[in-house]
């Protein structure tokens, strides 16, 4: 999956990164939910490894623009594997007690422990993200973040912790076809949140923002990975794979 692996700001672009891109997999949809189903049988038997040695553990980062396709990668990913050694934090809006804190003071309890799989549902990213984008913090302040971002990422490698992170990169009518998609099925109403609409309006800002963040955490030790994800079957592959 190196095609879509960031390692250093060095000649990054998110235009360079097709949303529609399905060259990781050329067989038929059928052969394709077969080679997924396979991948997840490798995962456990992965999972089970790291859980019986109990020295490493993994952190798998999930970020992407609203609709991107978070929960139905953690779902259909990590089906097979035993639940009592994969745990999925989700990050919301912090509570008054986390805004308190520095805004690293939630996240590092929720890191792995040796055996451990921990799946973040957006991040410690959403501070160089959404905080910039929307103005709720001073420049001076957020731009600061990415030297502690990686400063922080770097000490949890240094004992022992793999971390894979993960951007799913979905287009613009990508996404308003899934938001209009949520309006039309009365079943699915209750995903939709007239917020999002809002964050679709700063969309080109959020693009900045990502670029950033990207290009200024990417390293050798705990890489990015854009994953195309307009094609859901594709996006599990891909993530699978890595």
Do not use: C
Request: glycine share 6%.
């Amino acid at each position: 999956m190196d095609q879509y692996k960031v390692t250093s700001a060095a000649g990054f672009s998110l235009a360079k990164f097709s949303p529609g891109d399905t060259s990781a997999f050329e067989g038929s949809r059928d052969e394709a939910k077969k080679h997924l189903k396979n991948l997840r049988k490798e995962l456990a038997e992965l999972q089970f490894l790291l859980w019986a040695e109990d020295k490493h553990k993994l952190l798998v980062v999930l970020q992407a623009m609203d609709t991107g396709g978070k929960d139905g990668t953690i779902r259909n990913v990590f089906k097979g594997v035993n639940p009592q050694g994969v745990w999925v934090t989700n990050f919301k809006a912090p509570t008054a007690e986390e805004l308190a804190h520095d805004y690293l003071w939630r996240v590092h309890p929720h890191a792995p422990g040796n055996g451990e799989i921990v799946v973040f549902n957006r991040s410690h990213y959403e501070d160089v993200l959404v905080v910039r984008v929307l103005d709720l913090v001073p420049s001076q302040r957020w731009g600061r973040r990415y030297d502690h971002i990686v400063d922080f990422e770097q000490r949890l490698v240094d004992e022992g912790t793999t971390i894979v992170k993960i951007y799913l990169n979905i287009s613009k009518d990508e996404q308003a076809g899934r938001l209009q998609a949520r309006l039309d099925d009365p079943e699915r109403n209750w995903k939709f949140n007239a917020g999002d609409l809002d964050h679709r309006k700063l969309w080109d800002e959020y693009m900045a923002a990502y670029e950033d963040a990207i290009a200024r955490t990417a390293t050798a030790t705990a890489p990015w990975y854009v994953v195309p994800a307009n094609a859901k079957w594709h996006r599990n592959i891909v993530v699978a794979q890595i």
